[in-house]
Each structure stands twice: as structure tokens, then as C-alpha cells.
């Protein structure tokens, strides 16, 4: 049985570009994927193949059981997609705006006000409620935006970077009202730069690089894969790099890693906190004096970066959106 998002092959190209290079998904009922990559992987692409924007090369996909390249339109009525549908209309309220999405979906006048006014109290927006969307600014914009994608629970949505650009507080206002989606049966696909929220939210991840899925799994499984945990220690002294080294070799499951001009010594262990504080009494039992020591456990990030060779990055101009705000 088919997930509720579900993609088999999906390959688009654009002139000399693969964007897309045989991709397949496959997101069970009520859970969040989150698709992760680099900039120019295909995340954008993959999800505007999915929802009937651009019609893939080859490939099939279906998303709530229905054929998306035999029923587009079908498709369109049980997703949601965040910026992208959403016409916000410049001359009306913030309020107006959401009501009127609530109206189009045949929503009753009394359930789609409520519904407003709660979005609009989610998303602080509250006190611009009744001024034109046109005198927003970016980041208030946004998450109107976001508001109006989530008047409906579509039981399928996908979300391309929603949080891009949103301050920490707006940001878990987001997560909030996903978590609630989901808990309500919704399946989401998600794209975010923030592995952190990927981490928080997801399910299942998928790593994409170059069109084509990488790896994927459960942030846990995918940590797991990356290896274990890991002591790092900063010697005080260049030249105790050395003892320092054999010491943490001895402790650890494999040879210490050493960046010189950092003085930072890593290896692989297993032992936890115990073994830890072991280490700390050979080091000093043998004279060395030490910066910094940790136990470090692997992060997304560690995975994105041993996955596809660069940090994950969040575009400046649009980090700055939020700063726009006035309220
Ligand atoms: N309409 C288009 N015309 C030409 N090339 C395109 C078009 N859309 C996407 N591409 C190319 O396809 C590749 C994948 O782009 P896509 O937007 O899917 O990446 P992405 O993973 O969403 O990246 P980002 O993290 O920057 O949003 C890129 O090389 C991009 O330049
Ligand atoms: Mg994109």
C-alpha cells in the first residue's frame, strides 16, 4: 500500500540540468517527511512535481491514492501548499483575507471567522488584523501566507522552506501548528534549510544531492550512520598533541582525528559520560593540560555535512526578511 505521498522515478530536466534524476518517496499517512539538500538539489522541483506545478519528464506519483499526471486537478483539491495557492489580496485585511480562503472552501462565515482569528493570533498577527495586507512587511507577509495555507487541513500538504525567514518565536508558532496538523491525521512533506526543525518535526528524512535521494531514514538512523559518539578534546599545548593523541587512541574505538592549529584532537568511543571522565584522569595523570573537553554526540548537521560535503545554509537576504518588521 502506497503512502500518502508517493513517488516512483521522478526525473526532470531543464535544458542541460537534472534537477530531478530518478527520485522516489514514499511518506505513510499522517507522518512529516522532510526533504533536505543543498541549495539547487531539486527540493523545490520535487515538490512542484507533486503538486501539479511541472509535469516530470518520467516518473509516476501519487498523492492521496489519486494520480497526479492523470488527475491534476483532483490533486489540487486535497493538498495544501504554502505559497503557492495562497493569493493573498493586497487591498484586503489580513483578516478579510483568511476569511475569504475559509469562504472558498465552502467553509461556514461563523467557522471561518473563528479559524481567522485563531491563525492570526498563532501567527502574531493579531494587532495588524485589520489594516491592508499591502502595508506588511516581509516577514509579516509570510506568515499571512502560511496562515492561509493552514485555514483547511488538506489531508496532504507540502511546505517548501516555510520557516525560511521567520523569527525563533514565529518559527514555533509554525511548528506548533504542524504538530496539530499531523496529530490530526495531515501528511506533510516538508523542505527546510533548518535541520534543527527537520530534527524536531520529521518523521522520516530524506537527503537529496544532485537530484537523486542520498540517504534516508530517521534523524536517528541517520546519526547512527554517520558514527556513534565521539570525545573531543583541546589540548592547552601544541606540543602535548602527541602523548595526548596516544592517550585517546588507547580509549577510543579507532585512531584519534587531530586538526594542529586547532589543537583539537576527536575520536570515535563508546562509554558515554563514564568513559569520559576516564580520559580526563589519564590526561592528567600523564601532565596534560587541557582547554576543553566534550562528549559529542552526532547532529543532522554532522550528517548533512559527511552526506553531501557542505553545511546546510540559509540564505542571507532572506534570514533578513524578518528584521523588516515594524510590529
Ligand atoms: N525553471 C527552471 N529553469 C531552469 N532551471 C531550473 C528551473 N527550476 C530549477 N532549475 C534548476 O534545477 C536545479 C534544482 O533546483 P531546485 O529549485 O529544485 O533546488 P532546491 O533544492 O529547491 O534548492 P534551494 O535550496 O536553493 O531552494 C537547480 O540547478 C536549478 O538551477
Ligand atoms: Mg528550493
Given at each position: 500500500m502506497p503512502g500518502a505521498i508517493y513517488a516512483e522515478g521522478l526525473v526532470k530536466t531543464f535544458g542541460d540540468v537534472k534537477a530531478l534524476d530518478g527520485v522516489d518517496l514514499d511518506v505513510p499517512e499522517g507522518t512529516v517527511l522532510g526533504l533536505l539538500g543543498p541549495n539547487g538539489a531539486g527540493k523545490t522541483t520535487a515538490v512542484r512535481c507533486l503538486t501539479t506545478l511541472l509535469t516530470p519528464d518520467s516518473g509516476r506519483a501519487f498523492v492521496a491514492g489519486i494520480d497526479v499526471l492523470k488527475h491534476p486537478n483532483e490533486v489540487r483539491r486535497s493538498i495544501g501548499l504554502s505559497g503557492?495557492?495562497?493569493?493573498?489580496?493586497?487591498?484586503?485585511?489580513g483578516r478579510e483575507n483568511l476569511q475569504m480562503v475559509g469562504q472558498l472552501y465552502e467553509m461556514r462565515a461563523k467557522e471561518a471567522k473563528a479559524r481567522a482569528g485563531e491563525l492570526l493570533e498563532r501567527f502574531h498577527l493579531t494587532d495588524a488584523a485589520?489594516?491592508?495586507?499591502?502595508?506588511?512587511?516581509g516577514g509579516m507577509r509570510r506568515r499571512l501566507d502560511l496562515a492561509a495555507a493552514l485555514v483547511v487541513s488538506p489531508p496532504v500538504m507540502f511546505m517548501d522552506?516555510?520557516?525560511?525567514?521567520?523569527?525563533p518565536r514565529n518559527r514555533q508558532g509554525l511548528w506548533e501548528v504542524i504538530q496539530e496538523l499531523v496529530a490530526g491525521g495531515t501528511t506533510l512533506l516538508l523542505t527546510t534549510q533548518y535541520l534543527e526543525e527537520a530534527d524536531h518535526l520529521a518523521h522520516d528524512i530524506c537527503v537529496v544531492d544532485h537530484g537523486r535521494v542520498i540517504a534516508r531514514g530517521t534523524a536517528d538512523q541517520l546519526k547512527a550512520q554517520t558514527g556513534g559518539e565521539r570525545v573531543e578534546v583541546v589540548v592547552h599545548?601544541?606540543?602535548h598533541i602527541a602523548t595526548a593523541r596516544e592517550v585517546l587512541s588507547g580509549f577510543g574505538k579507532g585512531e584519534a582525528a587531530v586538526e594542529r592549529h586547532t589543537r583539537k584532537l576527536t575520536v570515535p568511543v563508546t562509554g558515554g559520560a563514564k568513559l569520559l571522565a576516564e580520559v580526563i584522569r589519564e590526561l592528567d595523570t600523564r601532565g596534560i593540560e587541557i582547554d576543553d573537553i566534550g562528549l559529542r554526540r552526532p547532529t543532522l548537521d554532522d550528517v548533512f555535512i559527511s552526506l553531501t560535503g557542505h553545511m546546510a545554509e540559509v540564505r542571507e537576504e532572506e534570514a533578513e526578511v524578518e528584521k523588516e518588521d515594524a510590529s
Open positions: 503557492q495557492f495562497a493569493a493573498v489580496d493586497e487591498y484586503l485585511t485589520d489594516r491592508p495586507s499591502k502595508t506588511y512587511s522552506e516555510p520557516t525560511t525567514g521567520l523569527d599545548e601544541r606540543d
